[in-house]
């Protein structure tokens, strides 16, 4: 048993600077909380977030250019009156279109079988 704790004894004297080293390495490489690893992964989070950020400023111009417009011409509010609420003149009529696939089995939508 002396033999076998005399051989790690002297493997750990001679190579006390490599394992400190290999350890330090391996804590801040990967265990630690602010690792290199969480850091790479904070980078590509922070570049989703920046592209998410230009998106709603993209949204946002667009939506004031439609608040500018509803407030000053009274044909956009007519506008978006037919497109979204399907509002219309009195000498109108309206059809609504759908590229939405219907269902292919001939029972009623809401209907129950009991």
């Known amino acids: 048993m002396s033999k076998i704790t005399g051989h790690i004894y002297s493997f750990f004297s001679r190579f006390k600077f490599h394992i400190v080293i290999i350890l330090g390495a391996l804590i801040v490489g990967v265990l630690d909380e602010n690792s290199f690893m969480k850091r790479i992964e904070y980078a590509y989070q922070i570049e989703d977030l920046k592209a998410e950020i230009q ?4 949204q946002y111009q667009h939506d004031m250019q439609q608040l500018k417009a509803l407030k000053t011409d009274p044909k956009a509010i007519a506008r978006v009156a037919r497109e979204r609420y399907f509002m219309k003149a009195d000498n109108e009529d309206i059809f609504v279109l ?17």
């Open 55 to 58: 998106n709603y400023d993209r």
């Open 98 to 114: 759908s590229d939405d696939e219907q269902p292919t089995d001939n029972t009623p939508k809401y209907e129950t079988a009991e």
